[in-house]
């Protein structure tokens, strides 16, 4: 960001700093002169918080981490699995979701949202989600484990609705 850019942060209103941003093109974390050295120590706080199971705390500061860099798909993926971790399976979807469209050819966001529909009962999206895990890790060999679990889970799904269809 050039000095006129961060003169005008400091009186500029919300309103003015979206504008800025979309101008500019960049993140929320850039517009406010945060460097890339203090996000990554942040994320580090967050994945530790993650790491020690104390979610309600990480889950606040991977928020953070999604609002003020919302382009690094590893926010959006620690925010899903909290929210996965703390059973708020909907919202977890949504970051997955997210993070999905960032990383579109990665397998491992539709599966885990795949995990999310089938905790909230949802067959037919859980189905939806294991097909995409399936199609983005199919001929990639570093992805054979998730081509596995996700054609597993869909084995699943498949034989729970034979069975309830008799």
């Known amino acids: 960001m050039n000095q006129n ?19 500019q093109g960049g993140t929320l974390a850039l517009a406010k ?4 050295e203090e996000i990554e ?7 530790n918080l993650y790491q020690q199971r104390k979610f309600e705390q990480a889950e606040q500061v991977f928020t953070f981490l999604c609002l003020y ?22 919202t977890a979807i949504e970051a997955y979701s997210y993070s999905a469209l960032l990383q579109h050819d990665n397998p491992i966001p ?14 037919e999206q859980a189905r939806n989600g294991l097909n995409a895990a399936i199609h983005w890790s199919q001929d990639k060999p570093q992805h054979q484990a998730i081509l596995g679990k996700a054609q597993l889970l869909l084995k699943k799904i498949n034989d729970l609705d034979k069975r309830t269809k008799i």
């Open 69 to 90: 860099s919302h382009l690094d798909v590893r926010f959006w993926v620690g925010l899903a699995a909290n929210r996965e971790a703390l059973g708020k399976f909907a």
């Open 110 to 123: 539709p599966l885990q949202a795949a995990k999310c529909y089938m905790a909230l009962n949802n067959l």
């Open 33 to 36: 002169g945060l460097t890339q």
């Open 41 to 47: 120590a942040i994320y580090t706080i967050a994945y």
């Open 5 to 23: 850019s961060q003169d005008h942060q400091q009186t500029c209103s919300a309103d003015e700093m979206i504008a800025l941003i979309l101008e």
